[in-house]
């Protein structure tokens, strides 16, 4: 198989100017969609994930749409919106806390109060209660998460209501259901501990989820993961459980449990539009973790030729890539781990270092600009950052600031009681197995004024 060169990020850590410069030849990569170069608003009354990364995924009926942007905020220049954005900020002062995730483009990240990934952003939403509104700059599962454990009274909003997350999709609530129904017609009574007091299933779900599925976790006896605790949930799991049921994303419970000595053989993929998953009764009999049929479009671009390419072009390169990557990608790694993993490793090498780095491009692309003294790529040759990642422009954060500013609550993301109590529930059992690993970051001063 031929390769295709790998492309080394520039040291600007913006995103949307490598793929403005893509289109116009001014560089000579790859993009998977030129229409990146387009405002997002081009996309909002479509159907579909938008360009980037998912835009094959199949969207669900009934996601959420996202209004029409006033044009305002369609027809100006990033810096104006910059100015307008610092200015909202500015009047609201510790009114608002902007948060960023890990794979927000530059020009948002740039305003956000904390940067990091989901559960840290979480967390820091729940540390922040003076603040009368959150705005998420993030997908709609972090957004509902924000919700869960923030305040009653704070408002968290998603400046993109399209801005939600194709895996997340993979897994809903009445397909879970189901599958619940039919794993019970196969191992009996669900909640009937055996001798040693384990129940045939506890069902554990990755933080990429609804909060109806967090909610349902929470129903049953289970737990929330991220990519950074999957290990601590899953012991946590398998003391109070024969199995896990895993969901939505078949590569972080594959390669975790895998880590863990858990054989593939007792890893059964459940495939929600098939009877019993595709599976025998005597193999969910004999499992020990059932892996949803769910992954990570971003991640899944990633491949072990891609690495084997890395190595003979930068040889003693350092190769990291997220969990979400299928297992063969992380066997042939160096290292796994979630976002902050991946940026305390750079963050914490002393000699220069050439990285190739598994994950989304906005944070590798942020880190090269960042670590100039290594050398840091995306394994992925061709610039595809996550689609629904990439809803969140500037033009939609000045007008949920301004919005703000002049009294008024857009977008704002509100889980029901009723999935709500659950949902905690799950959540609150994840914070009792581990604690974070590390708060969010702090931004600069400079961003926060
Ligand atoms: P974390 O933010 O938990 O690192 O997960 C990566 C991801 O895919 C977020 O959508
Ligand atoms: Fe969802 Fe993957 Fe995008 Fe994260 S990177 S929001 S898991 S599609």
Not at 29 to 52: I, K, Q
Not at 205 to 215: E, H, L, P, R, V
Not at 336 to 351: L, Q, W
Request: hydrophobic residues 40%; negative net charge; contains cysteine.
């Amino acid at each position: 198989m031929s390769a295709t060169p790998i492309t080394l990020v520039p040291r600007d850590a913006s995103v949307d100017h490598t793929i403005q410069a893509i289109v116009t030849g001014d560089q000579t990569a790859e993009t998977c969609n030129t229409d990146l170069a387009l405002g997002p608003w081009n996309f909002d009354t479509r159907p579909g994930y938008g360009p980037g990364s998912s835009m094959g995924d199949v969207i669900p009926v009934g996601a959420p749409r996202q209004g029409e942007l006033p044009q305002e905020y369609r027809d100006t220049t990033e810096e104006d919106l910059a100015r307008r954005i610092r200015a909202a900020k500015e009047t609201l002062g510790e009114r608002v806390l902007v948060l960023g995730h890990f794979y927000q483009r530059e020009e948002v990240v740039q305003h956000a109060d904390y940067v990091g990934d989901s559960f840290q952003l979480a967390g820091a939403a729940k540390a922040s209660p003076e603040a009368e509104a959150i705005v998420f700059c993030g997908v709609h599962f972090m957004a509902e998460t924000a919700d869960l454990l923030s305040r009653p009274d704070q408002a968290v909003i998603l400046p993109n209501l399209a801005a939600g997350c194709s895996m997340a999709d993979m897994a809903n609530i009445d397909q879970v259901e189901e599958c619940w129904e039919q794993l019970a017609d196969v191992l009996g009574d669900l909640d009937t501990p055996d001798e040693d007091g384990r129940v045939p299933v506890i069902p554990v779900t990755y933080m990429n989820s609804s909060a109806a599925i967090k909610g349902f976790v929470g129903r049953h006896g289970g737990i929330v993961c991220t990519s950074s605790n999957a290990h601590t949930v899953l012991e946590w799991a398998f003391a109070r459980g024969q199995r896990v049921l895993f969901f939505p994303d078949q590569h972080l419970g594959r390669n975790t449990a895998k880590a863990m000595g858990v054989a593939l053989e007792q890893m059964p993929l459940w495939n929600p539009r098939r009877p019993l998953g595709g599976s025998t009764p005597e193999t969910l009999r004999s499992s020990r973790v059932i892996l949803w049929h769910g992954f990570c479009s971003v991640h899944r671009r990633f491949t072990v030729d891609q690495i084997e390419q890395a190595r003979r072009e930068h040889p003693g390169v350092r190769v990291i890539v997220h969990p979400e990557c299928p297992m063969d990608v992380v066997d042939a790694a160096d290292e796994s781990g979630s976002t902050d993993y991946i940026r305390r490793a750079i963050a914490g090498a002393t000699a220069p270092t050439t990285f190739a780095v598994g994950t989304e491009i906005n944070l590798v692309q942020r880190l090269a600009a960042e670590y100039p003294q290594h050398t840091i790529f995306c394994l992925d040759p061709v610039v595809c950052p996550c689609s629904t990642m990439y809803r969140i422009h500037p033009g939609y954060l000045a007008w949920v600031l301004e919005s703000l500013a002049a009294g008024e609550v857009v977008n704002r993301i509100t889980v029901p009681d009723e999935v709500a109590d659950p949902a905690r529930v799950a959540l609150e059992r994840m914070l009792a197995a581990k604690p974070p690993s590390s708060p969010a970051l702090r931004a600069a001063p400079e961003a926060r004024a």
